[in-house]
Nanobody
Framework: QVQLVESGGGLVQAGGSLRLSCVAS????????MGWFRQAPGKEREFVAA????????YYADTVKGRFTISRDNAKNTVYLQMNSLKPEDTAVYYC???????????????WGQGTHVTVSS
């Protein structure tokens, strides 16, 4: 069974930083691309970043490129999203996602975490 558990959300001022973590079950972590999505109030869920299970190149939405960094720690079955230079428009519920690469980098793979709230105040 695939399980994803996020943590690290919270309230931060604009310009600040947060790091989100997602602990994945071993099956998810060793088989799938890992990614992050977000859903702002009143908006659809959108892709943020993704990283293949083997590492290598990371993929980002244009809105976060240069500010967010996705990384993984294979020993801990954990994927991270380091968010710097946060803006009020980054406010959203952030979801960890796992699945095939083509899915995770578009509408999302089959497996989702419960979400963690990020609020950026101006």
């Amino acid at each position: 069974q695939v399980q994803l558990v996020e943590s690290g959300g919270g309230l931060v001022q604009a310009g600040g930083s947060l790091r989100l973590s997602c602990v994945a079950s071993r099956r998810a972590f060793s088989s799938y691309t890992m990614g992050w999505f977000r859903q702002a109030p009143g908006k659809e869920r959108e892709f943020v970043a993704a990283l293949r299970w083997s590492g290598g190149n990371a993929y980002y939405a244009d809105t976060v490129k240069g500010r967010f960094t996705i990384s993984r720690d294979n020993a801990k079955n954990t994927v991270y999203l380091q968010m710097n230079s946060l803006k009020p428009e980054d406010t959203a519920v952030y979801y960890c996602n796992a699945g095939p690469f083509t899915a995770v980098t578009s509408t999302g793979g089959d497996y989702w975490g419960q979400g963690t709230h990020v609020t950026v105040s101006s």
